[in-house]
């Protein structure tokens, strides 16, 4: 889901009553954004082999935005959302639960709380008039610090003392993804964004070191962003070194 594209080369003027001055068009139309968002995060591991749509859970994000160029504009982020999985919804083609997931009968609950910093590339330039729809698709990547706290337990008894497990852990991720934005009006923004958060570790959901019959350790955990946003944003209009350095060219 994601942004905002900037123009750096946007013309302005400023008329004084009484003098005709102008600060020329060598400097962008600088802008900023504070916002919200709503969607959901899905965890993809060991009791969740591939993304499942039903494994929503709510997360809330907060967000700043600035533009840096024309293309790109560079966002810090705060994201709190629970995760769930359960074998019980790991099924074949033929809609029956899958032999592994039958045996483990296990669940993954938890939740996950990120900070972020990731850098967008925008397709089109969003405040350029050109633009009739005022509205960008947008590519992004960056790093994320994030702490999980998790726990994964078993209706299996056989399996309790090997599988029931909880906890919490501090990480890094590479986050990734697309979105699309659009105007509402001149300072309010629809957001939708898209995003994978690349995991270094399979230990998210505690099921990396059990027996091999029931665990893959070869397949790192990932968990996923998806979400709308509001934003608001500010304008700052920048003139030229030659009128800051020498005021009395604006007398």
């Avoid at 993304?51 to 982020?77: E, K």
């Avoid at 609950?109 to 972020?116: I, P, R």
């Avoid at 633009?131 to 998790?150: D, E, I, Q, R, W």
């Avoid at 309790?160 to 852990?169: E, I, P």
């Amino acid at each position: 889901m994601l942004f905002i594209a900037f123009r750096n080369a946007l013309p302005v003027s400023f008329l004084l009553a009484g003098s005709a001055f102008f600060c020329t068009v060598a400097h962008a139309q600088h802008t900023s954004e504070i916002g919200a968002g709503l969607g959901g995060l899905v965890y993809r591991g060991e009791l969740a082999p591939q993304y499942q749509l039903d494994n929503n859970r709510p997360a809330l994000t907060v967000f700043y935005r600035r533009d840096v160029s024309v293309p790109i504009t560079v966002r810090g982020a705060f994201t709190a959302g629970l995760l769930r999985a359960d074998d019980a919804r790991v099924t074949d083609a033929n809609g029956n639960v899958t032999p592994q997931s039958a045996v483990r009968q296990a669940r993954l609950q938890g939740q996950v709380y990120e900070v972020s910093a990731v850098a967008e590339y925008n397709f089109l330039d969003y405040h350029n008039r050109a633009n009739k729809y005022h509205s960008t698709p947008y590519l992004f990547a960056g790093v994320v610090g994030y702490y999980a706290s998790t726990s994964v337990s078993t209706g299996n008894g056989l399996l309790r003392n090997q599988l029931n497990q909880d906890g919490g852990m501090l990480g890094f991720a590479i986050p990734a993804g697309v979105g699309v934005k659009a105007a509402l009006t001149q300072h309010l923004n629809l957001g939708l964004e898209v995003g994978v958060r690349k995991l270094f570790t399979d230990q998210f959901d505690h099921l990396s070191q059990q027996d091999p019959a029931f665990v893959n350790p070869n397949d790192p955990d990932w968990y996923f962003y998806n979400g709308i946003s509001l934003s608001y944003t500010f304008y700052k209009i920048r003139c030229p070194d030659q009128y800051k350095k020498n005021k009395h060219l604006l007398d």
